[in-house]
């Protein structure tokens, strides 16, 4: 049981870091950003502008990247990812409402965002609906298989809420993939040893019986 409960707050901590680090991608971190928020060819102004919102939101200053991020949407409502990362902010904030609201409108701008798709599976997991948590990351990993946290979070889904334990570990194995390290996440590494001897236990049992 104990290591039950220290499995679960190593999920907690590490879900709570990719959700920030999702987040905040603007360029770079992935196709699917880029793709939603092409930067790359606004002025360099505008730019900066979102950087400052994404630095303060970064240092945790969220009244501030709140405010930079409100007025950046107004000014330009086109881009997606700035209301995810608002989103983010009134979550902290514990205003459930109010970032529901954000991701629609992201994702009436772009249904495939990840980084929105990915955020709104995190809220509908903290309220309990499991199914819509799965549907959220279940489109992600469909629009961009490469999306990492998509898969991490669907492990973390099957794992622990819906004790699916082989999909848990499909999915766990696809994050492992998409790491980029040569062993991976040493903490998936060892949930996904445990799965595969939970998983293989039964198989075992049924062929003592049957041997007996």
């Given at each position: 049981?104990?290591?039950?409960?220290?499995?679960?707050?190593?999920?907690?901590?590490?879900?709570?870091?990719?959700?920030?680090l999702?987040?905040c991608?603007?360029?770079?971190?992935?196709?699917?950003?880029?793709?939603?928020?092409?930067?790359?060819?606004?002025?360099?102004?505008?730019?900066?502008?979102?950087?400052?919102?994404?630095?303060?939101?970064?240092?945790?200053?969220?009244?501030?990247a709140?405010?930079?991020?409100?007025?950046?949407?107004a000014?330009?409502?086109?881009?997606?990812?700035p209301?995810?990362?608002?989103?983010?902010?009134r979550?902290?904030?514990?205003?459930?409402?109010?970032?529901?609201?954000?991701?629609?409108?992201?994702?009436?701008?772009d249904?495939?965002?990840?980084?929105?798709?990915?955020?709104?599976?995190?809220i509908?997991r903290?309220?309990?609906?499991?199914a819509?948590?799965a549907?959220?990351?279940?489109?992600?990993?469909?629009?961009?298989?490469?999306?990492?946290?998509?898969?991490?979070?669907?492990?973390?889904?099957?794992?622990?809420?819906?004790?699916?334990?082989?999909?848990?570990?499909?999915?766990?194995?696809?994050?492992q993939?998409?790491?980029?390290?040569?062993?991976g996440?040493p903490?998936?590494?060892?949930?996904?040893?445990?799965?595969e001897?939970?998983i293989?236990?039964?198989?075992?049992?049924?062929?003592?019986?049957?041997?007996?």
């Amino acid at each position: 049981m104990s290591n039950h409960y220290s499995k679960t707050g190593m999920m907690a901590a590490l879900l709570s870091a990719l959700l920030v680090l999702s987040g905040c991608a603007m360029t770079g971190g992935s196709s699917a950003d880029e793709t939603a928020d092409p930067l790359a060819s606004v002025p360099p102004a505008t730019q900066k502008a979102y950087g400052r919102a994404l630095a303060k939101l970064e240092q945790g200053d969220d009244a501030e990247a709140a405010a930079r991020l409100e007025l950046f949407i107004a000014e330009h409502p086109g881009f997606v990812n700035p209301y995810v990362n608002l989103a983010i902010v009134r979550m902290r904030q514990q205003d459930t409402a109010a970032a529901l609201e954000l991701l629609e409108q992201a994702l009436a701008r772009d249904p495939n965002n990840v980084f929105a798709l990915n955020q709104l599976g995190l809220i509908r997991r903290q309220q309990g609906d499991f199914a819509a948590a799965a549907a959220a990351w279940q489109q992600a990993t469909v629009a961009n298989p490469d999306y990492a946290n998509a898969w991490y979070n669907l492990g973390v889904l099957n794992d622990l809420y819906l004790r699916d334990l082989p999909a848990a570990l499909q999915n766990y194995q696809a994050y492992q993939n998409l790491t980029g390290a040569v062993d991976g996440d040493p903490a998936v590494a060892r949930w996904i040893a445990d799965l595969e001897r939970r998983i293989g236990l039964p198989a075992q049992a049924a062929r003592a019986e049957l041997g007996r």
